[in-house]
């Protein structure tokens, strides 16, 4: 069992920032899991935002957030952040946190199938 708090939501303006913050906890979570971030917004299907590889060396984003969001973790802690920068009213979305054992060929983009834990979401609204 793994469980996947997360935390930092907000309503911030077009521009601003927001830090999410995710906690692993339970008797089967690893750390050389993949923890990532993906999004569900309105009438949309959740997609990949970013991922960090269980070392924390390497990291994934999807297009839409490159040079804007800055995925890390501190395995100390099992917690994984999202640091993102110069938001978008089109980054407004539930932001879900989700972890699991992903094959190297599918780090670049995984999809939602591709991992069984997942954290219960937080809001990030954006304003114009």
């Known amino acids: 069992q793994v469980l996947l708090v997360e935390s930092g939501g907000g309503l911030v303006q077009a521009g601003g920032s927001l830090r999410l913050s995710c906690a692993a906890s339970?008797?089967?979570?690893?750390?050389?899991?993949?923890m990532a971030w993906f999004r569900e917004a309105p009438g949309k299907e959740r997609e990949f935002v970013a991922s960090?590889?269980?070392?924390?060396?390497?990291?994934y984003y999807a297009d839409s957030v490159q040079g804007r969001f800055t995925v890390s973790r501190d395995n100390a802690k099992n917690t994984v952040y999202l640091q993102m920068n110069s938001l978008k009213v089109e980054d407004t979305a539930v932001y879900f946190c989700?972890?699991?054992?992903?094959?190297?060929?599918?780090?670049?983009?995984?999809?939602?199938?591709?991992?069984?834990?997942w954290g219960q979401g937080t809001q990030v609204t954006v304003s114009a």
């Open positions: 339970g008797r089967s979570f690893s750390r050389s899991y993949t």
């Open positions: 960090s590889t269980g070392s924390g060396v390497s990291a």
């Open positions: 989700a972890a699991g054992p992903i094959p190297f060929s599918r780090l670049k983009s995984p999809t939602v199938l591709d991992f069984a834990s």
